[in-house]
């Protein structure tokens, strides 16, 4: 079955621990992204990666990493959470192409909370 | 200025009906994409329909229909037809230049029996 898969659907964190959210599709797909979404703000990009180890910052990047190793996985790193980051995260992938349809294909989210 | 505007925070709907949810964009790229995205109360997005900046034709898909006025830069989403289940947030969205996407804060929809 073609599907997103993000690790920890939720998760609850103290202030200045390190964590990691993982995604992984298995459609071949080259194009990956983040977002977060927030009560009336919408969703609004993390990061995104046409490629393996090409990254780009979206919308807001700040106090996020992201990796791109491997085609199928595209994690995203929390170095030091504050609880403004606490949100509802998803992972996104698509086949790419600046012409294409580009349709992205989410996964089931994860709630984090920072305390 | 917002990438991706719709100004209806909640929107009402008999069952049987049909409903136009509102989208505007902005955008001076010629080459940019259009989507809706249907979210559930649990919580998933699910992809509804697409509109390409050169496509000559509106989109439909099923019930769905993309009502794409390019002059006035909007892309307004028809769902004939209403049925309980079309009870959601309706998010649209614009994928702009090498892709990176926007979003809008998101429609609620409430189909009545």
């Known amino acids: 079955e073609a599907q997103v898969t993000q690790n920890p659907r939720y998760l609850i964190t103290v202030t200045g621990k390190k964590l990691t959210v993982t995604c992984s599709q298995n459609?071949?797909?080259?194009?990956m992204s983040w977002y977060r979404q927030d009560p009336g703000l919408g969703l609004r990009q993390i990061y995104y990666s046409m490629n393996v180890e090409v990254t780009d910052k979206g919308d807001v990047p700040e106090g996020y990493k992201v990796s791109r190793k491997e085609k199928r996985n595209f994690p995203l790193i929390l170095e030091s959470p504050s609880p403004n980051q606490t949100s509802l995260y998803f992972c996104?992938?698509?086949?790419?192409?600046?012409?294409?349809?580009?349709?992205?294909?989410f996964g089931a989210g994860t709630r984090l909370s920072v305390l | 200025a917002q990438k991706i505007t719709q100004t209806q925070p909640g929107m009402f709907v008999q069952e049987k009906e049909a409903v136009t949810l509102d989208c505007t964009y902005d955008t001076s790229d010629p080459s940019y994409g259009l989507f809706w995205y249907k979210q559930p109360s649990s919580g998933e997005m699910i992809f509804l329909i697409y509109q390409g900046s050169y496509d000559q034709q509106n989109a439909t898909e099923g019930r769905y229909s993309l009502n794409f006025q390019k002059a006035r830069k909007s892309a307004n989403l028809v769902i004939s037809a209403s049925q309980l289940g079309d009870s959601a947030m309706y998010f649209c969205a614009m994928r702009e230049g090498h892709n990176q996407f926007y979003f809008g804060t998101g429609t609620s929809l409430t189909v009545i029996p």
């Open positions: 459609m071949n797909h080259e194009y």
């Open positions: 996104a992938s698509s086949s790419g192409g600046t012409l294409a349809k580009n349709i992205q294909y």
